[in-house]
Structure formats: structure tokens, C-alpha cells
């Protein structure tokens, strides 16, 4: 007997899904990315490492080093225990140490890129309705990550970190369960903690008694200004040992190394990182063994000198584009200078809608960004917008400022 499939009506997947699948919506960014396909277009929008100073020799040798060796072979191309390559934690473990966050490699958990850091921690610690006090904006991955266990976004107000009581209060409020955030140039606006405001979150993470989770996914491309202890430092500062501390860091190699390997780490107490290790076995066993051994080489020998390169490289691309913003921007419109990272953010006059915006830059000069609004977890501000300035040289940063400046100038 033959059924036409023709006669047979589609499944009702929509019916079958569970009820945090409401709160999952596409990227808007991972949406713009596309656009990178198409040659003319002037593209600020994906904030992604620079494929030119990619270390692809190095990472290459390291490839076949490991591949003609039969026994490392062996162990590439083979399971791995789910903390991730000895070798690699330790050098992390002693990286982080000499950034002032003494550690121990069962500190860390290798995990797959920072992102699916994020994911792991908000299964460990969200319930629905939890309370997660954010930064106003913050980054959209991180919202993404944990949309998925339904929380309850609150917005760091204004003043909060500066001194202003009722701010403060107004957050204590709320009991968060969990605090996120990216001290150091943070994606999307570009912005840094001060050394205040960092002491003044763990006060407040102290006083509430919640964790935080710190990204430092671009820590170490900083280019002008002086250094700022990480809150996993400071807070280790003030409990004495890691073991006692609220703070659990994000590390990853996608920004400074490649992306496609995928290696990121969460370093933390071992109380936490013993929980996070069941979780992961439980969604994909461990990060790509070949890729952690390949990482573990190519970091080894001259990483702070591939890192002098990358900040030279992102410095020159960000004073360039900053200058032209200077240039050619009218005066109704403002942005943050960055000290390092890969972004600036910018502010539209009021009543300008950075999405409508961006639908008119496309067409009319084939200039893309990111609108601003998606960053916001509470009460979007429509009239702003993300500029990256990592992937374009500076003649074409200052050609693509000009055309939306014009833009924005223009009579709507």
C-alpha cells in the first residue's frame, strides 16, 4: 500500500516545542554576517578577528607535527577526558596566575569557545524567573546563551557602580541569582570598568551574595591606557584563595588565535568547575582533542608577541576610525573611544531608529553594522548602533564612515 505524501499534513512542530523555545530568537548579527559575502558591501558589523593575522603557519606546522607523530596521533584523533588537554589547562592555569589570578589547572574547563561557556553556566546556575543583574548593553550572545533557561533580565541602572544609592538599592532589590559581565572592552559598546566600578560590583555581588561571571574575551587586545586587575584578581585579592571566591572568568582563544578551534575555559573555584565538567559531558564530551593539542603548540612559543602584533593591527584600524568619525560625523551624533577590543558605539539623535537605519545603508550606500537595540535586555534604545572596526583597512574604514555619516545627514 503507497500513501501520497502530498495528501499528509506538515507535523504541528510549533505545539511540540518546550516553552523556552518562545524566548529563542535568531542573531540579528549572525543574520548581518552574510553580508561579508558580498564584496561591495563596506561591512562594521561582524565583530570578528581580522583572517589575516591569523597565526595560519604556525597552526599549520603544528597540525602536521602532531599528525606525522604516530603516538601524538593516536592521542589527537581520540577521545579526551572532559576538563580538556592537560597540557593546555596548565598553561592557562600559568598564564592567568601571571595576571594576577593564582590557580591550578583543575581550575579550568576547557569548553568550546566562550560561548558554550555561557551556555554551561546558565544551566548550572538558572532557574525561570531568575533574576541576572546585566550591564545596559550587553552582549547578545551571552542573552542568547541564557535565554534558553528563561531568566528574568535586569539592567544595571545608571549610577549603580558610581556611588548613587537608590541605583544600588534597586538592584538589591531584585536578589539576582547571577551577575554578567565584560569588564574590559566590552562587546557591544567598546567600554571599560574602572578600578571603581569593578570593586564596587563585587561589593555589590557580596552584599546580594551571587555569582558573577566574568567575560574576558578581549582582555588581551588592549591598545592604549594602563592595565586593570581582572575582577576574578580583585576578588581573589579580597578571599584570599580562588577556592573562595564568587567570580568565575571567561577565557577564550577565538579573538586572539582562530575561531574555528574553538577552545575557550572557564577558571573558577572546583566546586563550580566539577559541576560545569557533568554538564558538558553531557552535551558534547569534550572539546576536539586535535584542535586543543594544535592550540596547546602554537600558544606555547611566541603568543605575546602575536599578541603585540594584534594590538598594533586593532590599535591603527580603531584610530582610524575614530578619526573619520570625527571627520564626518554630525554633531547630533556621539560614541565611546575604546582602549582596546574591536568595537565603537555610537548614538544616534532621538527619533532615529538604528534598524531603519541600517535597511537604508544597505540599500542606498552598501554600508553595513549592527543596530544597538538587540544589545538591551530591558527597554531598548532604538537610536543606536555598533561599529566594528576589525575586519576593514583604514581607507575603507574611512570610506564606509563617510557614506553613513552622509547618510545620517541626510533629510529623511
Known amino acids: 500500500m503507497t500513501t501520497d505524501t502530498q495528501d499528509l499534513a506538515p507535523q504541528d512542530w510549533a505545539a511540540r516545542f518546550s516553552a523556552r523555545m518562545a524566548g529563542i530568537r535568531a542573531s540579528e548579527i549572525r543574520e548581518l554576517l552574510?553580508?561579508?559575502?558580498?564584496?561591495?558591501?563596506?561591512?562594521?558589523?561582524?565583530?570578528?578577528?581580522?583572517?589575516a593575522l591569523f597565526p595560519a603557519q604556525a597552526i599549520r606546522e603544528a597540525y602536521a607535527e602532531i599528525l606525522a607523530d604516530g603516538a601524538q596521533a593516536a592521542q589527537a584523533l581520540q577521545y579526551t577526558v572532559s576538563e580538556g588537554h592537560g597540557p593546555?589547562?596548565?598553561?592557562?592555569a600559568e598564564r592567568m596566575t601571571r595576571d594576577g589570578?593564582?590557580?591550578?589547572?583543575?581550575?579550568?574547563?576547557?569548553?568550546?569557545?566562550?560561548?558554550?561557556?555561557?551556555?554551561?553556566?546558565?544551566?548550572?546556575?538558572?532557574?525561570?524567573?531568575?533574576?541576572?543583574?546585566?550591564?545596559?548593553?550587553?552582549?547578545?550572545?551571552?542573552l542568547q546563551?541564557?535565554?534558553?533557561?528563561?531568566?528574568?533580565?535586569?539592567?544595571?541602572?545608571?549610577?549603580?557602580?558610581?556611588?548613587?544609592?537608590?541605583?544600588?538599592?534597586?538592584?538589591?532589590?531584585?536578589?539576582?541569582?547571577?551577575?554578567?559581565?565584560?569588564?574590559?572592552?566590552?562587546?557591544?559598546?567598546?567600554?571599560?570598568?574602572?578600578?571603581?566600578?569593578?570593586?564596587?560590583?563585587?561589593?555589590?555581588?557580596?552584599?546580594?551574595?551571587?555569582?558573577?561571571?566574568?567575560?574576558?574575551?578581549?582582555?588581551?587586545?588592549?591598545?592604549?591606557?594602563?592595565?586593570i586587575p581582572s575582577l576574578l584578581a580583585l576578588d581573589i585579592a579580597r578571599k584570599g584563595s580562588i577556592e573562595a571566591a564568587?567570580?568565575?572568568?571567561?577565557?577564550?582563544?577565538?579573538?586572539?588565535?582562530s575561531p574555528a578551534l574553538r577552545i575557550g575555559w572557564i577558571c573558577g573555584p572546583r566546586a563550580a568547575i566539577e559541576k560545569l565538567v557533568l554538564l558538558k559531558q553531557g552535551g558534547d564530551l569534550h572539546v576536539s582533542t586535535i584542535n586543543q593539542m594544535v592550540a596547546c603548540r602554537v600558544v606555547s612559543e611566541g603568543y605575546d608577541q602575536h599578541l603585540g602584533r594584534l594590538r598594533g593591527a586593532y590599535g591603527g584600524q580603531a584610530r582610524a576610525m575614530l578619526a573619520a568619525l570625527e571627520r564626518h560625523m554630525p554633531k547630533s551624533v556621539s560614541w565611546i573611544s575604546p582602549e582596546g577590543g574591536m568595537f565603537v558605539w555610537l548614538t544616534l539623535p532621538e527619533g532615529l531608529d538604528g534598524k531603519a537605519l541600517l535597511e537604508r545603508a544597505?540599500?542606498?550606500?552598501?554600508?553595513?553594522?549592527?543596530?544597538?537595540?538587540?544589545?538591551?535586555?530591558?527597554?531598548?534604545?532604538?537610536?543606536?548602533?555598533?561599529?566594528?572596526?576589525?575586519?576593514?583597512?583604514?581607507?575603507?574604514i574611512e570610506e564606509g564612515v563617510r557614506r553613513l555619516a552622509g547618510l545620517i545627514s541626510a533629510p529623511r
Do not use: H
Open 145 to 227: 546563551a541564557f535565554n534558553a533557561y528563561q531568566p528574568a533580565y535586569l539592567d544595571l541602572p545608571q549610577g549603580a557602580l558610581d556611588g548613587d544609592e537608590a541605583a544600588r538599592a534597586a538592584v538589591e532589590a531584585r536578589k539576582p541569582r547571577l551577575g554578567y559581565f565584560v569588564p574590559d572592552f566590552a562587546n557591544p559598546t567598546g567600554v571599560s570598568l574602572t578600578l571603581a566600578q569593578r570593586e564596587a560590583l563585587l561589593d555589590l555581588a557580596d552584599a546580594r551574595d551571587f555569582p558573577l561571571v566574568e567575560d574576558a574575551a578581549y582582555r588581551e587586545l588592549r591598545f592604549g591606557g594602563e592595565p
Open 88 to 92: 593546555l589547562r596548565r598553561w592557562i
Open 246 to 257: 564568587r567570580v568565575l572568568f571567561c577565557g577564550t582563544l577565538s579573538k586572539t588565535l
Open 362 to 396: 544597505l540599500t542606498d550606500v552598501r554600508v553595513a553594522f549592527v543596530p544597538g537595540a538587540p544589545f538591551f535586555a530591558e527597554a531598548p534604545a532604538a537610536n543606536t548602533l555598533r561599529l566594528s572596526y576589525s575586519l576593514l583597512p583604514p581607507d575603507q
Open 34 to 51: 552574510k553580508l561579508l559575502e558580498q564584496p561591495d558591501i563596506l561591512s562594521f558589523a561582524g565583530g570578528i578577528p581580522d583572517p
Open 101 to 142: 589570578m593564582p590557580c591550578e589547572p583543575e581550575n579550568v574547563l576547557l569548553t568550546a569557545g566562550s560561548q558554550q561557556a555561557l551556555d554551561l553556566l546558565g544551566k548550572l546556575f538558572l532557574d525561570p524567573g531568575a533574576p541576572v543583574v546585566v550591564a545596559r548593553p550587553t552582549y547578545l550572545g551571552a
